[in-house]
């Protein structure tokens, strides 16, 4: 299994740009980087997904360099509600024998979003 | 349209006691999911459901959690001789294929589980 580390925590302000690191030096050839949000009381929510350079939509942006050992969460101009914390993954995509790759959330990056 | 539901979202119970859970994925999904989360942690993985079978089951704990999906739609997680341990929040997901595989996940709010 691809083994993520992302720091434990993180500080912002509202309206600041926020980038959140995940490290994964074994990322396999068929693996996606994906990340998902979740907030107390809640299960986690898909946020973005990608394999390689940059992928971005209404919500985040995901830069993915050359050799892909690590991915770049970047959330812009981050309010209050953004407080959360975040998980990366990776894995394969493709069901059956490889949907085990796709399950390990580890600890996250709890994200404050400080007034 | 509806998302993942589970029920019930509260479940307290004592230990040595059986209980189940509900999952109720979107309509149409084939691909399930149950995780366990810990306070302070991410979730767990414990099965995944492709269709009515289970295809990876590695993440359950010992043979005292079992899970069915006999219709291919509603799962339930099963929990014998519950111990304080098994105390968490016990989430669901479900999946379809898109173009890129199973993507993304759409988890339930889970049930969360007290064993007293």
């Known amino acids: 299994l691809a083994k993520t580390t992302q720091p434990i925590s993180m500080d912002s302000y509202e309206g600041q740009e926020v980038n959140i690191t995940c490290s994964h030096n074994?990322?396999?050839?068929?693996?996606?980087i994906t990340w998902y949000q979740q907030f107390p009381s809640q299960g986690p929510r898909f946020i973005i997904q990608g394999y390689k350079t940059k992928v971005t939509n209404e919500v985040a942006s995901l830069f993915i360099p050359a050799d892909r050992k690590s991915s770049t969460l970047s959330l812009p101009r981050v309010s209050l509600s953004d407080t959360a914390v975040y998980y990366c993954l990776v894995g394969d995509t493709s069901p059956p024998n490889n949907a085990g790759n796709m399950l390990t959330f580890g600890g996250g990056t709890r994200l404050m979003v400080k007034p | 349209g509806a998302g993942v539901s589970q029920t019930p979202s509260n479940k307290v119970t004592e230990k040595g006691k059986y209980v189940e859970l509900r999952c109720d994925p979107i309509?149409?999904?084939?691909?399930l999911y149950w995780y366990r989360q810990s306070l302070g942690q991410g979730p767990e993985f414990l099965i995944y459901?492709?269709?009515?079978?289970?295809?990876?089951d590695s993440g359950l704990p010992n043979d005292r959690f079992f899970a069915v999906r006999p219709e291919g739609s509603v799962s339930t997680l099963k929990i014998q001789r519950t111990e304080r341990g098994d105390s968490a929040v016990y989430l669901c997901a479900s999946s379809s294929p898109g173009v890129q595989g199973y993507n993304e996940q759409f988890f339930g709010p889970g049930t969360r589980l007290t064993v007293l």
């Open positions: 309509s149409g999904h084939t691909a």
């Open positions: 074994n990322i396999a050839t068929n693996d996606y």
């Open positions: 459901f492709q269709g009515t079978g289970a295809a990876d």
